[in-house]
């Protein structure tokens, strides 16, 4: 191995490193905000749930059509589609999602979950621009 070589293997450890670091940081920061989980059908909100508040595991259904169906649980933090009968079944393999950011799609129907937080710690705004008085 020449010595180019090893320069390249160390960079590329240290991105790699460095990329770990920041979702790892990303995922914890948001980790301790708030939980809703959304419900989009077709891009439109159908149902917002603050997992935070739920206190007894529940489900329900949305149904599409006369046969088409996703079954929806709540549960404390978070949220999964547990049964469905589109055609792979995707939807359903996902599994629970729990942290802000996360998704699950069943796209035969056109459906979304996913959850967004919000820290109550931080405020809502990156930067202030402008001038004072104008």
Not at 56 to 68: A, L, N, R, V
Not at 109 to 117: A, C, M, P, S, T
Request: net charge positive; aromatic share 6%; proline share 4%.
């Amino acid at each position: 191995m020449k010595k180019g070589d090893r320069i390249v293997i160390l960079i590329i450890g240290i991105l790699i490193i460095i990329s770990l670091t920041g979702v790892y940081t990303y995922r914890n920061h948001l980790g301790s905000s708030n939980k809703i989980a959304v419900i989009k059908e077709n891009g439109n909100t159908i149902k917002t749930i603050d997992l935070n508040k739920v206190e007894k595991s529940y489900e329900f259904t949305i149904k599409y059509g006369k046969s088409g169906f996703n079954k929806i649980k709540v549960e404390k933090g978070r949220i999964r589609i547990s049964d469905s009968n589109s055609p792979r079944k995707i939807g359903m393999k996902m599994g629970w999602i729990s942290n802000p950011g996360d998704n699950v799609v069943c796209a035969p129907y056109k459906l979304i979950v996913e959850i967004e937080g919000k820290n109550p710690k931080h405020n809502d705004f990156d930067a202030i621009v402008g001038q004072p008085g104008n």
